[in-house]
Nanobody, 128 residues
Framework: QVQLVESGGGLVQPGGSLRLSCAASRFTLDYYDIGWFRQAPGKEREGVSCISSSDDNTYYSDPVKGRFTISRDNAKDTVYLQMNSLKPEDTAVYYC?????????????????????WGQGTQVIVSS
C-alpha cells in the first residue's frame, strides 16, 4: 500500500520560505509521478505542482510559477516543494499525491481526481 508523509509546514512571514517534504514508504518513488496540492478553508483542493518520474519534467500552477520549485530525490524516496516569496494567499493545507507514471498525467495533473494515493497534509500559514 502506497504511503506518503508530508512535513515541513509551519508559520512564516510574507516573503519568507519553506521547504515541504513528501516521503514515501512501502513503495519506491522511481515509477510514480508526484503532485503537490493545497486546500485553503472553504476552497476546493487545487493543484500546485507535479514532477514526472520518467523524465523529471515539472509543472506548476500559475499562482506559484516562479516562486515554487518541485524536485525529487529517488535515493531517499522523497519529493520536495521549495516555496519562496510566500504570500498570505499561499496559506493552506498542502498535500502530496502519487500515481503510477503516465504520459497522460502531464495533461491532467492539476485535477485531484486522477491521483490515487494521498498524504495526510501539512499546514502552511503565511502571516505577519
Amino acid at each position: 500500500q502506497v504511503q506518503l508523509v508530508e512535513s515541513g509546514g509551519g508559520l512564516v512571514q510574507p516573503g519568507g520560505s519553506l521547504r515541504l517534504s513528501c516521503a514515501a514508504s512501502r513503495f519506491t518513488l522511481d515509477y510514480y509521478d508526484i503532485g503537490w496540492f493545497r486546500q485553503a478553508p472553504g476552497k476546493e483542493r487545487e493543484g500546485v505542482s507535479c514532477i514526472s518520474s520518467s523524465d523529471d519534467n515539472t509543472y506548476y500552477s500559475d499562482p506559484v510559477k516562479g516562486r515554487f520549485t518541485i524536485s525529487r530525490d529517488n535515493a531517499k524516496d522523497t519529493v520536495y516543494l521549495q516555496m519562496n516569496s510566500l504570500k498570505p494567499e499561499d496559506t493552506a493545507v498542502y498535500y502530496c499525491a502519487a500515481e503510477p507514471a503516465s504520459y497522460q498525467l502531464r495533461f491532467s495533473w492539476h485535477s485531484s481526481a486522477v491521483w490515487g494515493s494521498w498524504g495526510q497534509g501539512t499546514q502552511v500559514i503565511v502571516s505577519s
